[in-house]
């Protein structure tokens, strides 16, 4: 009689091997979106974008439970327009996330393209990676990941903790503000385009805090900005926090920018963040944001909202607005794509449709 070969295996002592499990997942989602006064002719731009409330995207996460609280785990996650259908983060194959990693009773170490210090984000600004939100005041927070990084997670009841360090943030010449063209790794610079990324969070029963700390170095010939040397550094934190309000919450936030350069500057950005259900099936998301550049005039109001009516527990269909005013010489657009003019004020609106699968 025969017998299978994984119980001969068992049976002769050698280790039995875990069955892993995969999953995909993704987000589908699409707008019309109407800008006004952009550029010096105050013409208005319409267009179909690919991330009216979400950048869409398409991953593959799976796990393998090697028994006595080990598991190993990996996301391959990549970002696609779906009104062009090209990839995004420049082209790569999985720009989003590309990681593998080994979960103990002690944390997770993780290995390849991660987020930095996102996550400290998440519970404080509802608005997100909305087409109108914070990506259009400091279009690197929505665009925070990290090549050849090093990242520890660990969790001890309600509070997280996550650390990334990279050996060359990034290898991209092209992909938006993130490609920076920085691979690092460099025997004759150890510090060239590296970056190191720690973030804290503590969730109680109706409310949370989280704290976060960003900082990113540069190399000669790099394109971000005037960082064209590894003593020069580009830092972020941030202190941010949430309460739960009738059938919502309402958040509050603050991030710090240091840009330590040829041309030093400091930047704040501050908010106040609520999303509430309004009616069955209606939510409500709204944020507005404050942008102060010390020692200047150069700052910026810019409220946004988001209306979603829930058609399924997947799908919903939404109506965004932002309103940029700009004051001094502050030239920023409501989507962080369009031109404006310096002091300008500019409104756009967009309605779309998300599917989450």
């Not at 996330?97 to 290995?111: A, C």
């Not at 969790?155 to 996550?162: H, K, L, P, Q, V």
């Not at 041309?263 to 309004?278: A, D, K």
Request: charged fraction near 20%.
């Amino acid at each position: 009689m025969k017998r299978p070969l994984a119980a001969m295996l068992i049976a002769c002592g050698a280790p039995a091997f875990a069955q892993s499990t995969v999953s995909i997942y993704g987000i589908v989602d699409a707008a019309v979106a109407y800008i006004d006064k952009t550029g010096s002719t105050g013409f208005t731009i319409k267009k179909l974008t690919s991330n009216g409330s979400t950048p869409s995207r398409i991953g593959f996460r799976g796990t393998e439970d090697l028994g006595s609280g080990y598991r190993a785990n990996f996301v391959l996650e990549t970002g696609f327009a779906p009104d062009t259908g090209t990839l995004s983060q420049g082209g790569r194959s999985f720009g989003r996330q590309s990681t593998v990693g080994l979960e103990t009773p002690y944390g997770e170490v993780v290995l390849g393209r991660q987020y930095t210090f996102r996550y400290a984000l998440y519970g404080s600004d509802y608005m997100g990676d909305n087409l109108f939100g914070v990506g259009s005041v400091d279009p690197y927070i929505p665009n925070d990941r990290a090549d050849n990084a090093i990242g520890y997670r660990f969790t001890y009841g309600r509070f997280n903790y996550r650390a990334v360090y990279s050996f060359g943030r990034d290898v991209a010449a092209t992909g938006g503000p993130a490609a920076t063209n920085c691979p690092g790794e460099q025997a004759s610079d150890d510090k060239a385009c590296t970056q190191l990324s720690m973030l804290g969070t503590y969730d109680g029963d109706g409310w949370g805090v989280a704290a976060a700390y960003d900082k990113l170095r540069g190399a000669p010939g790099i394109r971000f900005e005037d960082l064209n040397s590894s003593r020069y550094y580009d830092l972020r934190t941030t202190l941010n926090g949430y309460v739960t309000v009738f059938k919502g919450r309402i958040g509050v936030g603050w991030i710090g920018r240091k840009h330590e350069s040829a041309t030093p500057y400091r930047q704040s950005i501050g908010w106040v963040s609520l999303t509430q259900e309004i009616a069955p099936l209606v939510h409500l998301d709204a944020t507005l944001y404050r942008i102060n550049r010390r020692h200047s005039r150069d700052d910026a109001w810019f409220p946004v909202a988001r209306l979603r009516y829930l058609l399924s527990t997947r799908t919903n269909l939404y109506a965004t607005a932002g309103y940029m005013h700009n004051q001094g010489t502050s030239a920023l657009s409501v989507d962080g794509q369009s031109p404006s003019l310096a002091g300008r004020k500019q409104f756009g609106v967009a309605l779309g449709i998300r599917h989450n699968f």
